[in-house]
Each structure stands twice: as C-alpha cells, then as structure tokens.
T-cell receptor, first 112, second 115 residues
Framework: DAKTTQPNSMESNEEEPVHLPCNHS???????IHWYRQLPSQGPEYVIH???SNVNNRMASLAIAEDRKSSTLILHRATLRDAAVYYC?????????????FGGGTRLMVKP | GAGVSQSPSNKVTEKGKDVELRCDPI?????LYWYRQSLGQGLEFLIY????????KSGLPSDRFSAERTGGSVSTLTIQRTQQEDSAVYLC?????????????FGQGTRLTVV
C-alpha cells in the first residue's frame, strides 16, 4: 500500500490558519486521500477526502498537489478544540480489502 | 440515527480470563473494522469485515484473538487468555462500503485493562 509521511507535531496560535502537510509520493491513480483526526480520549473522526481536485467542507479544506504526491489539510481558523492528532490516509478504491491504515499522524497543538 | 456503539466502555479483567467486546455498527453499513490503540500509540488494524466476504484477519496479533459478525451487523471481538499486553483501547468503525471515498465512523472504544 502507498504510504504517507507527516510531521510528528505542529503548533499553531488560536484563530490563525493551520496548514498540515502530507507527502504520498507513491500514490497510485486509484488512491483517494483521506484525513481523519483524533481528539483526546476519543475515536478518530472523518475530516475530509479528495481524489484530484481541491475540496472544501465545513471543517476544513484539502489542497491536493497537481502531481498528487502531496496534499495539505487547511484549518482556516484554529480553535483550542482543533487540538488533535491528524492522520493522512490513502484508500485504494479498487482494493476490496480496504481498511484504513493509520500512520503516526501529526499532533497539532493550539496555543491560546 | 445513532452512531457506532461499543460496549462495554471500560473492562477490567484478570490475566488469563477471556473477554468479549461488542460493536454495533451504523445500520446499513456493510464494512466493519476493529482497531486497537495502546496508550500513546497509533491505531493498529486488527480485522475487517465487508458484507458476506471472508473477513481480512491479517492484523490479528495472535490466535487468542478472534472476531465474528453475525447477520452482517453486530460484531464481537473475543480475546482468550488475556495478557497484560492486551491492555489497550479497542476501536470499532463502520462504513457504507469499502470503495470510493466512503467515510468511516468510529465508536468511542472499549478500554480494556488486564491486571
């Protein structure tokens, strides 16, 4: 399976934008890029996903590089509640055994 | 409707005893996943069910671990002869399917402590 690389941790100030990078240089043409986050003492929750085009939803934006070898999750205004571990995951739409494979993720710390 | 429900939320058991952890997925979700997360660690895949297909058991750490899914709905993860290293949070997730950009919904987990 194609793997992703993320920084171990990042810091942000409250109410400032946050850009969380993810490298996936071995991504295949059928891989979707998914982002999940895990708040303290909770199960992971879905944030956003995309294939080729940039995506926006109420939680975040996903910017995907033209060659799809990297992507960036954008939180437009970080709040203290956004402090979590953010996971970038590739899911192959053609793979019937399509479990989510979680890497180490990026621990985002938000300072007031 | 309700999300993914797991029970019990906490379980303390003695070393050597068997435990059963239950997962109620979202109604209509054909895919169901079990993961575990040790303290301060990432998520470790255990087993995956998709519809009527044979489950993917490639993540089960030993033959003490087994899981079943009855009627394509409720799933039970069983750990026999528990060991202290089995202590972790066991997370269940479900999704509509395992293709395209389907979102997986996670339960709150069962915190298992083996003493």
């Amino acid at each position: 399976d194609a793997k992703t690389t993320q920084p171990n941790s990042m810091e942000s100030n409250e109410e400032e934008p946050v850009h969380l990078p993810c490298n996936h240089s071995t991504i295949s043409g059928t891989d979707y890029i998914h982002w999940y986050r895990q708040l303290p003492s909770q199960g992971p929750e879905y944030v956003i996903h995309g294939l080729t085009s940039n995506v926006n939803n109420r939680m975040a934006s996903l910017a995907i590089a033209e060659d799809r070898k990297s992507s960036t999750l954008i939180l437009h205004r970080a709040t203290l509640r956004d402090a979590a571990v953010y996971y970038c995951i590739l899911r192959d739409q053609n793979n019937a055994g399509n479990m989510l494979t979680f890497g180490g993720g990026t621990r985002l710390m938000v300072k007031p | 409707g309700a999300g993914v429900s797991q029970s019990p939320s906490n379980k303390v058991t003695e070393k050597g005893k068997d435990v059963e952890l239950r997962c109620d997925p979202i109604s209509g979700h054909t895919a169901l996943y079990w993961y575990r997360q040790s303290l301060g660690q990432g998520l470790e895949f255990l087993i995956y069910f998709q519809g009527n297909s044979a489950p993917d058991k490639s993540g089960l750490p030993s033959d003490r671990f087994s899981a079943e899914r009855t009627g394509g709905s409720v799933s039970t993860l069983t750990i026999q002869r528990t060991q202290q290293e089995d202590s972790a949070v066991y997370l269940c997730a479900s999704s509509l399917g395992a293709v395209l950009g389907t979102e997986a919904f996670f339960g709150q987990g069962t915190r298992l402590t083996v003493v």
